[in-house]
């Protein structure tokens, strides 16, 4: 394999998770997830809305933690 198929390959990969990603954040955001949480600040200007979602990134950060841990620990056995 050529140094281009690998590259070609993470490409995609990268593509993918970056759509699913993408995905998943416009559906926490249509159910009202996203901003939601208490820990999460919003600022709110005329023509002009920032959210950062603290709570929400811890959480999602420990369940993805669990979840690849629990994968990881499957692919090696």
């Given amino acids: 394999m050529s140094g ?3 590259a070609g390959k993470i490409s995609i990969v990268a593509g993918g998770a970056l759509m699913l990603i993408g995905a998943l954040l416009w559906l926490g955001s249509k159910i009202g997830l996203v901003g939601k949480l208490p820990g ?3 600022i709110e200007r005329p023509g002009l ?3 950062f ?4 990134s811890i959480i999602v950060s420990i369940v993805l933690t669990i979840v690849l841990n ?3 620990r499957l692919l090696r056995r």
Avoid: H, M
């Avoid at 979602?53 to 929400?56: D, E, G, Q």
């Fill in 4 to 6: 281009w198929d690998t």
């Fill in 40 to 42: 999460d600040i919003v």
């Fill in 49 to 51: 809305t920032c959210v």
């Fill in 53 to 56: 979602p603290l709570a929400t």
């Fill in 70 to 72: 629990i994968v990881a």
